[in-house]
């Protein structure tokens, strides 16, 4: 028969082990909030002479691709009949001249753009920490005690 000691131990290990499986929902969701995020085929309709906002803000030019609808080919084509405002994150289509673009129509985006800033993923990054100290502190006291 195991000892009292070895019981709380035990106990306390099993509670460490619950610990680490409680604290990988919060390292993914400070994981899926902070750095770079990609968004694919957002829909925005297109209107003549106006910035339509993004889901997104300061966003990656070097990323964006822009899908309209041909009619013709009955298929989505890349187009470039547009200009990104990539800081606020709007996009604002030249539907005037454009070949693949009507007024009105639904264009799809995709684009990557910095969730928060560097400062701010760096601060994120600590919450797991602070909760597996919250954790594992109380239970390393304990098991101190009893040694």
Known sequence: MPS????????????????????APVVAAVNSNTGTVSVTDETVVAQSGERVALSGYDIDPATVTVEAYNDTSGSWETTTEYTLYD????????????TNIE???????????????????????????????LIFVPIARRVEGLM
Not at 4 to 22: C, E, N, P, R, S
Not at 87 to 98: L, T
Request: charged share 15%; glycine share 12%.
């Open 4 to 23: 009292k000691a070895a019981k709380v131990v035990m106990t306390l290990g099993v509670f460490a082990a619950v610990g680490v499986i409680m604290l």
């Open 87 to 98: 800081q606020p994150g709007d996009i604002q289509f030249d539907v005037q001249n454009a």
């Open 103 to 133: 007024d009105g129509e639904e264009v799809r985006v995709d684009y990557d753009y910095q969730a928060t800033g560097e400062l701010t993923a760096l601060v994120a990054g600590f919450i797991p920490v602070g909760i597996g100290l």
